[in-house]
Structure formats: C-alpha cells, structure tokens
C-alpha cells in the first residue's frame, strides 16, 4: 500500500490518543478536511556553512529518496500523510563517513508564500562529526517537514531545527535511529507559526546510543505549540535526557508530551525527561505530560518531572538590584531561561548564532 | 559625624511584611566615607532594613523615610534605587541559570555607569584586576549567575559586582557568612578599596566582629526587636561577641 492509500486508510485519530489530546488533526491539516490530500508545494533548500561560504564536499543535499522509510511507530497517520504529500519534495542529506567539518552547518528551508512540504532522510556517515541547523523560514500559510533517517555507528552530531516561520501551520515529524555509540544532540527551538503539531521521535535500537533531546520554545499572543517526544531505548547501554523548557506569553499556549520507553534486555539503559514552563501571563497556558514504559528490570535510571511557574520574583529583585529595569529584568530572565536548554544544543559558535536569532525574536515578541 | 549633607538618614522607619511590623523606628545616618556596622541576633530586623533599603516589594514601610544624599528613595523602584548609588550584597544572591556571568556584568555595569563605560577597555581591565585581586578565575565568565556556586563563591561574585558598580552606599548582609578566613580577609580587602578614602559608605549586617577587623567600622549598632538600641565605636562589636545580648535587654 502506497503511503496516500494509507494514510486515507487510517480515518480520524482517536481524540483520547495522547498524540492527539491537544491538538487535532483538523487543526493541523492544510485545509482542514482531513479526507483531502491536497497539492503543496516545494520549499527552496540550501546548504551552506554558519559563515556563508559552500559546504565541504563530504556532506551534500540531493533530490529524492531511496527506499521506503520504515513507518512502523505509531505515528503512522501524520508521516503517511507527510510522505505521500511531499512525493515530489523529496531530499537526502548525505554526509560521509568521518566528515568533520569543524564549523556548523545550515540547512535553510524557505517555504515561500504557499502551502510547501518536503522530506528529508538524514544519512549520516559513520563516525562523523559535525552540527547542522535547519532553519526553517518563510510566510506560508502551512508548511510540512518529515525527517527520517539514521544516524549511523560512532557518529557525534548535534541536530538543531530552528523553527521560524512568520505565520501559518508547522507540521513536523521527525523518526530518527541512532546507531551504536552514536552521540546525539537533538535541539529543537521554536518561536514561529501560529500553529505548531510537532511529534519528534528517536529509536536507539543498538547498545551505547547517546541521546540528549533539548527545547527552547518561546510562544506568544496567540500561538499554539505542540510538541510530543518520544524516545525508545531497544538496546543496552542506551542513555538519554529530555529537557524541555518553554516560555509562554499572551493568550498563548504550549503543550509538552513526552514518552520514553525502555524495552526488555535493555539493560543498564539511563533515562529521564522534564518539561519546565515559564508562564509570563495570566491567561497563557501551559501543559506537560511526561510518561514511562520501562519494561527492564536492571536499567541505571529512568526519571520524569514537570515544573510550571511564572518568573520567580526573587530573581527579578536580584537584578532589579543590580539596575535593571523591568522590562530588562523580565528579558534577561527569559533569555536566561531559555538558554539554559539553548547552550546544551551545541558548540560556541552554534549557540552563539542561536542566541542572536533568538534574541532577535524575543525583542519582537509582544510576550 | 561629618558636616557635609549625610549620605544616608534614615528616620523613624517603621516597616513590615504582610501586615506584621518588623522595624519599629529605625533611626541611622551615615555619613560620606563612612562604615557602619549593625549587629543583632537572628529576627531583629537586619536583613529587612537592608530590604526596604535596597526596595524589595514584599515589605511595605509605614512610616519614615530614607534618604540618600537629600533624596527620598521610598517611592523609587528597586531598579532606581541601584541607579542612584545602593547597592545591596545580598545574604543569599540568587542563582539565575542560563546568564552568562560576562552578560550580566555588562548588563549590569551599562545599566548603573551608563553603556560608555560597560564597553570601554578601562572597564575590562578594571574587570580583570578585581578578578584576580579576589580570587576569581576567568572561567567564572562563563559559568551562570550563582548556578551551582560555592559559598564562598557567591559572597566574592557579589563583592566583585560591588567594586565594578562603585556605590555610593554598599550594604553588605552577612556576607561574611560562610566564609572563611582567607575569604573574609578577601573580602575586606574589596570593602577596603571599595569605600575607604571615597565619598562612598557602607553598611555592614554582621553576627561576628572577625570582618569588622578587617573593615574597621567608624560605628557598631546594636539592632533589637526592630529598633537600634545602642551604638558605639568598634569595640562595642567584640562586647557583643563576647557577652552576647541578653545583658542589654537588661540594661
């Protein structure tokens, strides 16, 4: 069965799935009937170094996919969707074997005016070493970003989406494995679109995976912000972390779900996540549910946690003391907050650039 | 006392939190270049005179006033308040993940000596010297404000604010506390440079005399249920360590 037929074959997700619990289908499908496919476009892609200049020749962008992706997790319904939609949209990231650039990478991604999709496969050499940004812009009423792929054996990579869209919908699913030893760091930081469905998931299925998965997530007026995290530990050895730190203003709203799960003869797999939110006004809101499926017995750890909670005023007095202002204060304090994921996601040079695209944000937010 | 406009009067302050009085008539002029100190057991109001002093909004004053330099700073913010010259080393500072100590330096630097000299190279230098004079390894730049600081890291950080912000009135809330020897002698040795020979003062909050023999204090205070209840010169600290304050409720 072709992904389209699949996807029509799915109907409605159940409302009562804590995929969908927040955010409906409805909601994030381009037109809203969710018996049409409709036709989208093709965003423009790019691939430079963080200076501007043209990428090495170990790590190339080229058109079309091989194979089929392996859709046997159960968000079937949005990446059957997104892959028969993005047919012609279709891009593999090839990075090779021991490519180490020793600067980061910027996979841009303009979405244009109109509804666009398209559908990365990372194929990331083994022992590879490298940090790649995709920064995600344009004033498009919808866009759509399916990421599949492996990150194979040995390699280091720290993975950061930067979602920055002026308006409209952001669908993103993302189904990564992560190779033996690998070490990931997979950031995702969002202060864009109206409308954000995310569902982000990342199988280590051999021993000695590394996972680190960080958000620094800034909502205001009236955005709606969904993110669902899961991470499937299938192999011993296995560790990861999820830290999740949104900052929510106006009439916004974020949401943070989180599932990890430790499969039997995992052992000594070391697993934990927390959701903290920042809430900057009385009628923001902000919902976390981490939950765990352990099914080993000898795991090193497996933890969750939530914490919610408007700027704490100690901490305001403290650099009112020290001269700044209110508003400066109240900036400072949600710059920090955010940073505090932020500076996990990467090197010097790459939290830096993040930092000033943030910045730029966090001044134009009304938060 | 100096004939010149006092640096800080307070007079007849009465102040509290959520409706409980804590400063009962609080009365202290400090004048330019001077160093108080103010003793008193644990709940006698020290730490909240250097609360209402320094703003914070949890304490509401009742009566009296506070004045630095002719100006009354009751109703101006906490922010105003550091721009005009107070300065407060916190008892325990705050730790803020995710700033950058080099950012809120500069921040805080720009905000209270104005941008000029945040960006000047006078101000690195100068930057670099306090560092070192307390004990303060560069790697500290990169570390977050206070985020998993020792003790003794925090009272040197403040004390490192307080030479880069040069204050008029720097009030020090127990920041002796905690330290040890050497710590307390670095930490006088800030205070000493700090406001020594300047038309700066300070207002040391302390339970023990040991920095106050470093930072020789021109007058103690005794500070008891809200009210000062006796005032001397240095010698009256080590009264006070020695026999403790049950006598002068006696007396």
């Given at each position: 069965m072709d992904s389209a037929s699949r996807y029509l074959s799915l109907g409605k997700p159940n409302r009562a799935d804590h995929l969908w619990r927040y955010t409906s289908w409805k909601k994030v499908h381009p037109t809203g009937d969710i018996s049409e496919m409709p036709p989208l476009g093709q965003p423009e892609l790019s691939l430079s170094m963080i200076d501007g200049s043209e990428p090495p020749s170990g790590i190339k962008l080229e058109q079309g996919i091989e194979g089929n992706p392996d859709f046997s997790m159960d968000n079937a319904l949005t990446n059957a969707f997104l892959h028969a939609s993005a047919k012609s949209s279709e891009w593999t990231l090839v990075v090779d074997k021991r490519f180490s650039p020793g600067k980061p990478v910027i996979l841009e991604i303009?979405?244009?005016d109109s509804p666009s999709v398209a559908h990365i496969s990372l194929d990331i050499g083994e022992i590879s070493e490298f940090e790649l940004i995709t920064k995600v812009t344009g004033r498009s009423e919808w866009f759509g970003l399916l990421r599949t792929g492996q990150i194979q054996n040995g390699a280091i990579m720290n993975d950061v989406v930067l979602g920055l869209q002026e308006k409209g919908t952001f669908l993103r699913s993302d189904a990564i494995a992560i190779g033996r030893d690998a070490q990931v760091r997979a950031g995702t930081v969002s202060s864009g679109s109206e409308r954000t469905k995310s569902d982000l998931r990342y199988i280590m299925g051999d021993p000695g995976g590394n996972i680190r998965v960080l958000g620094s997530i800034l909502s205001a007026d009236s955005m709606h912000i969904d993110h669902h995290i899961e991470i499937h530990h299938e192999a011993p050895e296995t560790f990861s972390r999820l830290s999740w730190h949104s900052a929510c203003g106006g009439s916004s709203r974020t949401i943070g779900t989180g599932m990890l799960t430790i499969r039997k003869g995992s052992r000594g797999a070391d697993a934990a996540q927390i959701f903290h939110n920042l809430l900057l006004s009385e009628s923001a809101e902000a919902d976390s549910i981490p939950e765990l499926e352990v099914m080993?017995?000898?795991?090193v750890g497996c933890g969750h946690g939530t914490a919610n909670g408007p700027i704490d005023e100690e901490q305001m007095f403290y650099l009112n003391a020290r001269g700044f202002d209110k508003d400066g204060a109240k900036r400072s304090l949600i710059a920090a907050f955010l940073n505090s994921t932020l500076s996990e996601m990467g090197g010097v040079e790459l939290h830096k650039w993040l930092v000033n695209e943030l910045s730029l944000k966090l001044e134009a937010l009304h938060t | 006392m100096s004939e010149k406009m006092p640096l800080l009067e307070i007079n007849d302050l009465h102040a509290g939190i959520d409706g409980n009085e804590i400063l009962k008539g609080i009365n202290l002029i400090i004048g330019p270049g001077e160093i108080h100190a103010i003793m008193g057991r644990n709940g006698s109001g020290k730490t909240t005179t250097a609360n209402v002093i320094m703003g914070h909004p949890d304490f509401d004053v009742e009566k009296g006033d506070v004045i630095l330099e002719g100006e009354s700073l009751l109703e101006m913010e906490a922010w105003e308040r550091a721009r005009k010259g107070v300065f407060l080393s916190f008892q325990y500072p705050q730790a803020v993940p995710g700033l950058q100590v080099g950012n809120f330096l500069r921040k805080s630097v720009a905000s209270i000596r104005g941008e000029d000299e945040a960006k000047s190279s006078n101000f690195r230098e100068k930057l670099a010297n306090a560092m070192e004079s307390l004990d303060i390894p560069r790697s500290f730049m990169a570390r977050y404000v206070n985020d998993g600081f020792s003790g003794g890291e925090k009272k040197r950080f403040e004390i490192l604010q307080m030479i880069l912000l040069r204050p008029r009135l720097a009030i020090l809330d127990e920041t002796d506390s905690g330290l040890d020897i050497d710590g307390i002698r670095t930490v006088s040795e800030g205070v000493n440079a700090a406001i020594r020979d300047t038309d700066s003062g300070a207002l040391i909050i302390t339970h023990y005399s040991r920095i106050l023999e470093h930072v020789q204090p021109d007058r103690v205070h005794v500070l008891l249920d809200g009210r000062i209840v006796l005032s001397g010169g240095p010698e009256l600290a080590t009264k006070l360590e020695e026999r403790g304050y049950e006598w002068l409720k006696e007396e």
């Amino acid at each position: 069965m072709d992904s389209a037929s699949r996807y029509l074959s799915l109907g409605k997700p159940n409302r009562a799935d804590h995929l969908w619990r927040y955010t409906s289908w409805k909601k994030v499908h381009p037109t809203g009937d969710i018996s049409e496919m409709p036709p989208l476009g093709q965003p423009e892609l790019s691939l430079s170094m963080i200076d501007g200049s043209e990428p090495p020749s170990g790590i190339k962008l080229e058109q079309g996919i091989e194979g089929n992706p392996d859709f046997s997790m159960d968000n079937a319904l949005t990446n059957a969707f997104l892959h028969a939609s993005a047919k012609s949209s279709e891009w593999t990231l090839v990075v090779d074997k021991r490519f180490s650039p020793g600067k980061p990478v910027i996979l841009e991604i303009r979405t244009g005016d109109s509804p666009s999709v398209a559908h990365i496969s990372l194929d990331i050499g083994e022992i590879s070493e490298f940090e790649l940004i995709t920064k995600v812009t344009g004033r498009s009423e919808w866009f759509g970003l399916l990421r599949t792929g492996q990150i194979q054996n040995g390699a280091i990579m720290n993975d950061v989406v930067l979602g920055l869209q002026e308006k409209g919908t952001f669908l993103r699913s993302d189904a990564i494995a992560i190779g033996r030893d690998a070490q990931v760091r997979a950031g995702t930081v969002s202060s864009g679109s109206e409308r954000t469905k995310s569902d982000l998931r990342y199988i280590m299925g051999d021993p000695g995976g590394n996972i680190r998965v960080l958000g620094s997530i800034l909502s205001a007026d009236s955005m709606h912000i969904d993110h669902h995290i899961e991470i499937h530990h299938e192999a011993p050895e296995t560790f990861s972390r999820l830290s999740w730190h949104s900052a929510c203003g106006g009439s916004s709203r974020t949401i943070g779900t989180g599932m990890l799960t430790i499969r039997k003869g995992s052992r000594g797999a070391d697993a934990a996540q927390i959701f903290h939110n920042l809430l900057l006004s009385e009628s923001a809101e902000a919902d976390s549910i981490p939950e765990l499926e352990v099914m080993e017995n000898d795991v090193v750890g497996c933890g969750h946690g939530t914490a919610n909670g408007p700027i704490d005023e100690e901490q305001m007095f403290y650099l009112n003391a020290r001269g700044f202002d209110k508003d400066g204060a109240k900036r400072s304090l949600i710059a920090a907050f955010l940073n505090s994921t932020l500076s996990e996601m990467g090197g010097v040079e790459l939290h830096k650039w993040l930092v000033n695209e943030l910045s730029l944000k966090l001044e134009a937010l009304h938060t | 006392m100096s004939e010149k406009m006092p640096l800080l009067e307070i007079n007849d302050l009465h102040a509290g939190i959520d409706g409980n009085e804590i400063l009962k008539g609080i009365n202290l002029i400090i004048g330019p270049g001077e160093i108080h100190a103010i003793m008193g057991r644990n709940g006698s109001g020290k730490t909240t005179t250097a609360n209402v002093i320094m703003g914070h909004p949890d304490f509401d004053v009742e009566k009296g006033d506070v004045i630095l330099e002719g100006e009354s700073l009751l109703e101006m913010e906490a922010w105003e308040r550091a721009r005009k010259g107070v300065f407060l080393s916190f008892q325990y500072p705050q730790a803020v993940p995710g700033l950058q100590v080099g950012n809120f330096l500069r921040k805080s630097v720009a905000s209270i000596r104005g941008e000029d000299e945040a960006k000047s190279s006078n101000f690195r230098e100068k930057l670099a010297n306090a560092m070192e004079s307390l004990d303060i390894p560069r790697s500290f730049m990169a570390r977050y404000v206070n985020d998993g600081f020792s003790g003794g890291e925090k009272k040197r950080f403040e004390i490192l604010q307080m030479i880069l912000l040069r204050p008029r009135l720097a009030i020090l809330d127990e920041t002796d506390s905690g330290l040890d020897i050497d710590g307390i002698r670095t930490v006088s040795e800030g205070v000493n440079a700090a406001i020594r020979d300047t038309d700066s003062g300070a207002l040391i909050i302390t339970h023990y005399s040991r920095i106050l023999e470093h930072v020789q204090p021109d007058r103690v205070h005794v500070l008891l249920d809200g009210r000062i209840v006796l005032s001397g010169g240095p010698e009256l600290a080590t009264k006070l360590e020695e026999r403790g304050y049950e006598w002068l409720k006696e007396e």
